[in-house]
Every structure is written in structure tokens, then in C-alpha cells.
């Protein structure tokens, strides 16, 4: 029997584990040392009462009334992730870099712009969100199980100065899932089904 070639989900992400002694003192405030970067992604995303910054109900409207998706609003979209993703990576103790507002440092995320014409179906947008309600669902939970980790990490690097790799690993598995899920069912980038899977 051959074996079949599966062919890689297209979105990924991926963190660079930083290895060695970490800044303890940078750790110990990160909380207060992130807020410059969280009320500049709050400017961008227009507050609470947007979408976030992602371009989401136009981008449902276009691929469902006009079959496009502009390469534009793509670029914002995932650039906008980028950030966000950068952002989080230093809440999160991945990093002490301080995230950057265009360079793409140690998180890397890629997502393929879809060929809306052949790849996405019109009619998905209207339930894409229904779909990943199990998603949603399964990651509210690990969620929880993350900002446990996140404490955990904080103080493995204040008292040793090393984060354990396992913590960073279950991290940033979470957050490729999540990554993964926006993207199917929110940004419209791919009509193919999330993995369960951290990996």
C-alpha cells in the first residue's frame, strides 16, 4: 500500500523557544511593560466594539456576494495577527523581546492566500462559525489550562531563570489552534477544516 502524502494545513505558526537564562527583572513586570503594546493594538482594532482589527464582515460579505477577497484587506488581516500574536508571545513569557510593530522577530505566522475562485465555496461564510463552535469550545477550556502554564512559567523564570519547554510547547500549541481556527472560520482564508491539534 502507498502511503498518502497529506497536504499541510495552510496556516501556520510557529515560536522560536528561546533557550538560556531569561530577564527575570522583564518577567516579573511583563503585565506592566505590555500595556504601551496592548493599548496601541486597542488604537488599531477601533476598541471593544469592533471586530478586533480583523477585517471580518466585509471580507464575509465580499467572498459570499462578489466571490473575491481582496489581497489588501488579506495583508491587513494577517499582518494585524502578526502583531497580535507578537503581543501575546511576550504576555505569555515566550519571548523577552519587546514585540514589535513591524519586524517579524521569533513568531512566525504564514497563512496562503486563498484563490477565492477555486478554493473557497460561496456559501461557507454563512456557516463557518457555526462549524468551529466545537473548536471555540475545546480551546475555552485550554485556554484556562494556558493562563495556569503562564503562571507556572512566570515563576519557573523568576526563581530559576529558564522557562520549561514543555509550558512553551503546550503554549504555543494553543495559540497554532486558535491561529488556525480564526482563519477558517473568521478571516475566510481557507474552507479547509481545523485539526484538532496542538501541533
Not at 515560536?15 to 518577567?27: I, K, S
Not at 493594538?41 to 466594539?49: K, V
Not at 466571490?67 to 504576555?91: E, G, S
Request: proline fraction near 7%; aromatic fraction near 14%; glycine fraction near 6%.
Amino acid at each position: 500500500m502507498s502511503e498518502v502524502s497529506q497536504k499541510p494545513y495552510p496556516v501556520s505558526l510557529t515560536v522560536d523557544f528561546q533557550d538560556g537564562p531569561r530577564d527575570r527583572l522583564t518577567t516579573a513586570f511583563r503585565l506592566i511593560l505590555a500595556v504601551p503594546m496592548a493599548l496601541l493594538a486597542m488604537l488599531i482594532g477601533g476598541g471593544e466594539d469592533s471586530s478586533g482589527g480583523l477585517l471580518i464582515l466585509p471580507t464575509t460579505a465580499m467572498v459570499l456576494f462578489r466571490k473575491k477577497y481582496p489581497r489588501w484587506w488579506f495583508d491587513w488581516n494577517v499582518n494585524f495577527m502578526r502583531l497580535m500574536l507578537r503581543i501575546t508571545a511576550y504576555v505569555a513569557l515566550l519571548r523577552d523581546e519587546y514585540p514589535s510593530t513591524d519586524e517579524e522577530q521569533a513568531v512566525h505566522l504564514d497563512i496562503a492566500y486563498p484563490d477565492v475562485e477555486t478554493e473557497l465555496s460561496r456559501g461557507m461564510p454563512l456557516v463557518k462559525w457555526l462549524l468551529a463552535i466545537p473548536h471555540l469550545f475545546v480551546l475555552s477550556f485550554l485556554g484556562i489550562a494556558v493562563a495556569v502554564c503562564v503562571i507556572a512559567t512566570w515563576f519557573a523564570i523568576l526563581f530559576t531563570g529558564e522557562m520549561p519547554r514543555s509550558l512553551a510547547d503546550f503554549i504555543v500549541g494553543y495559540m497554532r489552534w486558535q491561529v488556525r481556527v480564526t482563519a477558517y472560520a473568521f478571516l475566510m482564508t481557507t474552507d479547509e477544516y481545523p485539526p484538532f491539534s496542538l501541533d
